[in-house]
């Protein structure tokens, strides 16, 4: 089943006037989940009962997936649908559908460019629309008389089990301010070697990794010029399921230092001065983790190679009081995950995970040594085969022949005492 939410009070008449195709709200059945979900209701219509109206419209589904639909009529002005698009997406996160008056994307809440927070029992999932300028062009200059339009649309859900809570949808200030505006955007990335100069893409997850095999992790600031800026590791676990608050959990970096209880203990990377390709290093953390696999804890199964890698981290500005690094004089006992604190004291936890999972395998080369040993073992029965079996013929030939001559001597003793009587 399909739980939605509301998103502010009920369509207008006039929003509900669409002036060109209707279409229908995904997963809505009657009039008033209709009217909860945001959407407009006309009895009338056989067809198309039941569809998006002249505004933004966010659904939150609890299969994990987030639906905004934006109508090109929801401002004063009207909006050039063939500019908007997700602020941070990656390739492939285009809208699923577009028409002359509306355009609906579908996507993942792990996809997408989406961030994700922990505040107490609850999961933020955020993302961000944005739409280009209608620019004129003359013959001698340009001018546009739009602003950039932007708009944050916001699923809550209960952390316990997944239930969409709460919907929102605002748009930042305008005039934007100096700084920046938005949910800070972050990025955790696994390198294909120790260089750190190529990273698997997100169509590339799962990846396959053999146990104890080194994993170069990577965390980043995206889209921030601020060179002051620093990031900080708080803490980082691993998961064998896309949940981060999963019971079942291997901590990595406990306030930001390797776990002491692991034998194969994360390795923190430095990272080194600015380079040309490495413009801002106090925006990067690195570390290296071995691969593991998760074992329950009951009857001792190993579990699949699933694992999927979290880690809470914030932004700092350095200080005389504070460096903004954490010193690890030595690896650290696991303690339970520290929450940041807001101004308004409750607790915040901002994430960052892979794409994807990462598969941890048994190693190829342990099969080996195992299949060689099997094929030895047969090839030394084989070479014993061939060496014991022909000696006990011999032996056996040789038993038969001294039977059979003494059978005959036997035999011929009697002969000659026949023959003297």
């Avoid at 994430?351 to 994807?356: C, E, F, H, I, P």
Wanted: aromatic share 10%.
């Amino acid at each position: 089943m399909v739980m939605q939410s509301s998103v502010g009070r009920p369509l207008t008449q006039q929003q509900c006037q669409v002036s060109s195709g209707r279409i229908p709200c995904a997963d809505v059945q009657g009039p008033t989940a209709c009217h909860q979900t945001g959407c407009c209701y006309d009895a009338m219509d056989q067809a198309t009962p039941c569809y998006y109206g002249n505004t933004v419209t966010v659904q939150c589904l609890r299969d994990g997936y987030f639906i905004l639909v934006i109508s090109r009529d929801m401002l004063d002005y009207p909006i050039i649908l063939e500019s908007v698009k997700l602020s941070y997406a990656q390739a492939g996160c285009g809208p699923v559908r577009k028409t002359e008056s509306f355009l609906v994307f579908r996507f993942s809440l792990t996809q997408c460019g989406t961030t994700i927070q922990v505040t107490g029992d609850k999961l933020i999932y955020e993302n961000q629309l944005v739409s280009g300028l209608d620019i004129l062009r003359g013959p001698d200059g340009s001018i546009t008389r739009d602003s950039t339009f932007m708009l944050h649309a916001r699923c809550i859900y209960n952390a316990t089990d997944f239930l969409p809570l709460q919907v929102e949808v605002f748009s930042p200030p305008s005039p934007a301010p100096i700084f920046q505006v938005g949910p800070l955007r972050l990025e955790l990335r696994i390198a294909t070697d120790s260089s750190y100069t190529s990273y698997y893409s997100d169509t590339q997850y799962p990846i396959v990794k053999i146990l104890r095999e080194p994993v170069h992790v990577e965390i980043r600031i995206l889209q921030r010029l601020d060179p002051s800026l620093v990031l900080v590791l708080h803490e980082c676990w691993a998961t064998p399921s896309s949940n981060p608050l999963e019971q079942l959990q291997w901590p990595v970096l406990v306030d930001g230092c390797p776990f002491e209880g692991d034998n194969y203990r994360t390795q923190l990377v430095p990272m080194g001065p600015a380079t040309s390709d490495l413009r801002f290093p106090n925006h990067y953390q690195r570390f290296i983790i071995y691969t593991f696999t998760f074992v329950d804890s009951a009857p001792q199964v190993v579990l699949d190679g699933w694992v999927y890698l979290f880690c809470s981290v914030s932004v700092c500005h350095p200080s005389d009081n504070d460096s903004c690094r954490v010193a690890c004089q030595m690896p650290v006992a696991s303690r339970g995950r520290r929450f940041l604190k807001e101004e308004n004291e409750t607790e915040s936890l901002d994430l960052v995970s892979t794409y994807g999972a990462v598969i941890f395998q048994e190693s190829i080369h342990e099969k080996q040594v195992k299949w060689e040993s099997d094929v030895i073992s047969s090839e030394d029965l084989t070479l014993v085969l061939l060496v014991v079996l022909p000696i006990i013929g011999i032996i056996l030939f040789i038993a038969v022949l001294v039977l059979w001559k003494k059978k005959s001597m036997m035999t011929s003793s009697k002969f000659v005492q026949k023959i003297y009587k």
